[in-house]
T-cell receptor, first 113, second 110 residues
Framework: DSGVTQTPKHLITATGQRVTLRCSPR?????VYWYQQSLDQGLQFLIQ???????AKGNILERFSAQQFPDLHSELNLSSLELGDSALYFC????????????FGPGTRLTVL | DQQVKQNSPSLSVQEGRISILNCDYT??????FLWYKKYPAEGPTFLIS???IKDKNEDGRFTVFLNKSAKHLSLHIVPSQPGDSAVYFC?????????WGAGTKLIIKP
């Protein structure tokens, strides 16, 4: 158990809809990262938040947005969903004072029908 | 532009033998490299890392080698065990941002 929690575990929705994925980082971690893993592909970095502020952006679509709240949990909002958005979405957290690892949650599997 | 490449999508190794997973990178500014292991339906788990100022780091059965001149790193697992069957991701870090390879699926045969 990495200490990072993600809800829901599975999500099935239709094209054009909007969903929200939630992540709670490990206790004490200030950084939260969101990744997308499509079928048979590596992880694509979407966005990073540090202590409530956006710190870095990767390959995140304009239809997607995220935020980190004062209690440090984060939400990833996906709107106008398309079939191609079906993927595993991982959240990770890290202690910014360390060059070390990111700890990953179990992921949310999103299926867009 | 893929800055981190794992050119072998899969690798099959006999139990007890050495598994060698390879990773190439293009950006000489990366300052830290990590290997993660991922089982199906789980998030990646950190395995081992190496700073760009070193050329080798060892942790039990796992050793990572870094060849900066060739921009190449490798993960050696000795001896390989059935529980090592997983997808292994190489990642490179700069300014706390991780760039990931596509992963190599390691299959340990009994």
């Amino acid at each position: 158990d990495s200490g990072v929690t993600q809800t829901p575990k599975h999500l099935i929705t239709a094209t054009g809809q909007r969903v929200t994925l939630r992540c709670s980082p490990r206790s004490g971690d200030l950084s939260v990262y969101w990744y997308q893993q499509s079928l048979d592909q590596g992880l694509q970095f979407l966005i990073q938040y540090y202590n409530g502020e956006e710190r870095a952006k990767g390959n995140i679509l304009e239809r997607f947005s995220a935020q980190q709240f004062p209690d440090l949990h984060s939400e990833l909002n996906l709107s106008s969903l398309e079939l191609g958005d079906s993927a595993l979405y991982f959240c990770a957290s890290s202690n910014r004072t360390s060059l070390d690892t990111q700890y990953f949650g179990p992921g949310t599997r999103l299926t867009v029908l | 532009d893929q800055q981190v490449k794992q050119n072998s999508p899969s690798l099959s190794v006999q139990e007890g033998r050495i598994s060698i997973l390879n990773c190439d990178y293009t950006n000489s500014m990366f300052d830290y490299f990590l290997w993660y292991k991922k089982y199906p339906a789980e998030g990646p788990t950190f395995l081992i890392s190496i700073s760009s100022i070193k050329d080798k780091n060892e942790d039990g059965r796992f050793t990572v080698f870094l060849n900066k001149s060739a921009k190449h790193l490798s993960l050696h697992i000795v001896p390989s065990q059935p529980g090592d069957s997983a997808v292994y991701f190489c990642a490179a870090m700069r300014n706390y941002q991780l760039i990931w390879g596509a992963g190599t699926k390691l299959i340990i045969k009994p």
